[in-house]
C-alpha cells in the first residue's frame, strides 16, 4: 500500500510561483508512474501532468504546458510539481497520483488508471 502525501499549496497571486512536492512510502519506488491531478469546486478531476517511472517521459495538459514542470528525484521518493506564472484558472485541490507500471517509460493520463491517491493540497491564485 503506497502513501502519498502532498505539500506546497497556498495563496499566490497571479503570475506567482508555487512548487508541489508528493513524498511516497514505497520503496520501490521507481516502479511507480506518477501523476499530478487537481479538481475546482463544481468541476470534474482534471490532469495535469504525468511522469514515468523512469523519470524520462512527461506530459503535460494543454492549460498548463510551458508553465509547469513535473519531476521526479527515485532516491528520495518525491515527485515535484513547479508551477510558474499562475492564473486565478489554476485553482483548485491538486492530487498526486500513483500506479505500479511494468514498463519504465509509459505514462497515464486518466484518473481511473491510478490506484493510489494523496489527501490532496489547495492552491489558490487570487486575480
Known amino acids: 500500500q503506497v502513501q502519498l502525501v502532498e505539500s506546497g499549496g497556498g495563496l499566490v497571486q497571479t503570475g506567482g510561483s508555487l512548487r508541489l512536492q508528493c513524498a511516497a512510502s514505497e520503496r520501490t519506488f521507481n516502479t511507480y508512474a506518477m501523476g499530478w491531478f487537481r479538481q475546482a469546486p463544481g468541476k470534474e478531476r482534471e490532469f495535469v501532468a504525468a511522469?514515468?517511472?523512469?523519470?524520462?517521459?512527461?506530459y503535460y495538459a494543454d492549460s498548463v504546458k510551458g508553465r509547469f514542470t513535473i519531476s521526479r528525484d527515485n532516491a528520495k521518493n518525491t515527485v515535484l510539481l513547479q508551477m510558474n506564472s499562475l492564473k486565478p484558472e489554476d485553482t483548485a485541490v491538486y492530487y498526486c497520483a500513483a500506479r505500479t507500471s511494468s514498463f519504465s517509460n509509459r505514462i497515464y493520463l486518466l484518473p481511473v488508471e491510478y490506484n493510489y491517491w494523496g489527501q490532496g493540497t489547495q492552491v489558490t491564485v487570487s486575480s
Open positions: 511522469v514515468s517511472a523512469s523519470g524520462g517521459r512527461t
